[in-house]
């Protein structure tokens, strides 16, 4: 044993002898960054959200018209000319294609989810959208058909049938452009 471990240390004493004079070699080579890939990310983040925050920018909080909708059940429509959505979305002739619940969420994170809804809708072309706001305090079902009816380009909402939660839900038309 003690003849490997002198073997060993001459081993090291030579190789640090010829490397004495060695010097470490200075890295020269460039790195390509991906930055092109990164800000295009970026942008489509910032535009992403300035999306969903016009689209919850008409949403208002005004306490003076909490009771606009008083009538039950709630209906909106936004012109005269489309009363036939209106009855059409009474009889539940229109069955939905995307869902929101907006249970146990404050009024502001239910605007920012009713603004990125409405966003989703106009991106995949859907037009018909259900969005149960249940019982709970009815803040958020008086608070809803409000914000709903500010909005330019919901075109109709109704309380929706027995089968999609009648009085806890609404089925709003959404406005989807070509």
Known sequence: MNKNREH??????????????????????????????????????????????ANSYY???????????KENPVSYIRSKNSNNILKRLK??????????????????????????????????????AHIIHGYGKNILKKQIPFWLSQHPDIVA????????GSDAAIIAIIEVCN
Do not use: M, W
């Not at 909402?157 to 999609?164: L, M, S, V, Y």
């Open 8 to 53: 060993t240390d001459n081993r090291n004493i030579l190789f640090r002898q010829h490397t004495n004079d060695i010097r470490e070699i200075i890295q020269d080579t460039i790195f390509h960054t991906r930055a092109n890939k990164v800000v295009h990310q970026n942008i489509t983040l910032k535009r992403k959200f300035y999306e969903e925050e």
């Open 59 to 69: 949403f208002s909080c005004l306490q003076n018209e909490k009771n606009f909708f």
């Open 91 to 128: 009889r539940g002739k229109y069955l939905p294609d995307i869902s929101l619940d907006l249970h146990g969420l404050t009024q502001y994170q239910a605007q920012k989810k009713l603004g990125q809804l409405i966003t989703i809708c106009q991106k995949e072309k859907i037009f018909c």
């Open 157 to 164: 909402f109704h309380q929706a049938p027995k089968i999609f």
